[in-house]
């Protein structure tokens, strides 16, 4: 992503603003809110809120009170409460919407989780984190080189120092309880720091991380799904998927998250359908079904004995055979409900150039009549004559 003052460099950075992916309008950051209140003014009487939104590393981001009531504005660097110590990170949202997002994630404003913050960064401060954030590539190398030197099965997939330097967080995935005391000792005693060990989930992993997904856009976790629902495979049966787990799961090794947004709209539209699992009887033999289009609304029943015979029914005409069967009536045959199907004739397209471009053959010389008489006539010299 890139805000539209700032372009992206060789190394995937910002060249534009400078700031490394904190601009001032906030629009290279992930998961960023934008202010469609800031053009307003409050009313009279009515005090700004007192609660501000922070972005620290990989988009994790906090709420915080402002007790010294800082005149604060979007990509701010400040200075927060941590435990211990002090924490560094940028402020991406102030005003009316902080509040709207504490609610949306029901964080209430006198919580304990809500720290305070202290000033804004001086340029020690800054100095000090950006300090810190250097060694974080080196010690995840060397971490994950002790891991495996315990044989511990777990991967640790980022490292996150505090502001202060005082403390770095390791986050770690790993499929079953890992016993991690011996690896604390070593690490405090590698690394010269407080350690603090973080589980996350493999969905989270992806969000920090981030990456490029299949549809060859931006991984949705890491640039505004904020919430990870369940998914399991019946959200791909509902959808008449294939059922093939490298095609439906994403970067993380789960299923994607995007086989829940259309999931809805297909429940809604199958309400109109038979259950699959219904079978149709009738006076020729009992029907069952074999295919589902819910596009067309549209399903393929067969006779048992006769599976290569295909009839095709609408969701109507289904729905009024099961109707009847539960009444104890039984129709003739699908015959007389089946869909004729028009087979339409395959037509050539005639493709125009409908946007003016020039032909792809515009540079090839076409062979002129010329050409090939003076091939005729060199055959024919080359030729020995019969008369003689």
Not at 42 to 65: D, I, S, T
Not at 159 to 170: L, N, P, R, V, W
Request: proline letters at 2%.
């Amino acid at each position: 992503m890139g805000c539209s003052t700032c372009a992206t460099g060789k190394d995937g950075q910002p060249k534009g603003c400078k700031n490394n992916g904190t601009c001032g309008s906030d629009g290279c950051n992930k998961l960023t809110v934008f202010d469609w209140l800031a053009n307003m003014s409050l009313p009279n009487g009515v005090e700004p809120f007192n609660c501000v939104e922070v972005r620290f590393k990989n988009g994790r981001k906090q709420f915080f009170h402002n007790p010294e009531n800082l005149t604060l504005s979007i990509a701010d660097v400040v200075a927060t409460e941590a435990s211990p110590g002090h924490d560094v990170g940028v402020v991406t949202l102030t005003g009316e919407l902080v509040r709207v997002q504490m609610k949306k994630k029901k964080v209430k404003e006198d919580s304990e989780e809500v720290l305070k913050i202290y000033r804004k960064a001086s340029q020690r401060d800054i100095d000090v984190w950006q300090e810190a954030r250097d060694k974080e590539d080196k010690m995840k190398v060397r971490a994950r080189e002790i891991a495996i030197r315990l044989d511990l099965r777990m991967k640790i997939s980022d490292i996150e120092f505090q502001g202060d330097g005082s403390k770095a967080t390791f986050y770690y995935t790993a499929e079953e309880r890992v016993d991690f005391r011996q690896l604390i000792k070593e690490f405090a005693r590698e690394f010269n720091t407080r350690i603090e060990m973080r589980q996350i989930g493999f969905r989270q992993e992806a969000a920090r991380l981030g990456g490029i997904g299949s549809c060859g856009r931006e991984l949705c976790c890491s640039t505004w799904l904020t919430d990870f629902r369940s998914v399991n495979t019946s959200a791909a049966r509902y959808q008449q998927l294939s059922l093939n787990p490298q095609k439906l799961a994403g970067q993380c090794g789960k299923l994607k998250c995007c086989l829940n947004y259309e999931l809805d709209t297909y429940l809604d539209a199958l309400k109109d359908f038979p259950k699959t699992d219904t079978k149709l009887y009738t006076k020729k033999g009992t029907a069952v079904c074999q295919k589902i289009d819910i596009f067309q609304g549209v399903l393929w029943y067969a006779y048992e004995g006769e599976w290569m015979n295909w009839h095709k029914l609408t969701a109507e005409q289904a729905s009024k055979i099961v109707k009847a069967n539960i009444a104890k009536e039984t129709i003739a045959s699908l015959e007389e409900y089946e869909v004729l199907v028009e087979v339409e004739k395959a037509s050539k397209t005639d493709y125009t150039n409908v946007v003016g471009q020039d032909s792809l053959t515009r540079f090839d010389t076409p062979k002129s009549n010329n050409t090939k008489k003076r091939r005729k006539n060199k055959r024919k010299k080359g030729k020995p004559s019969n008369n003689g």
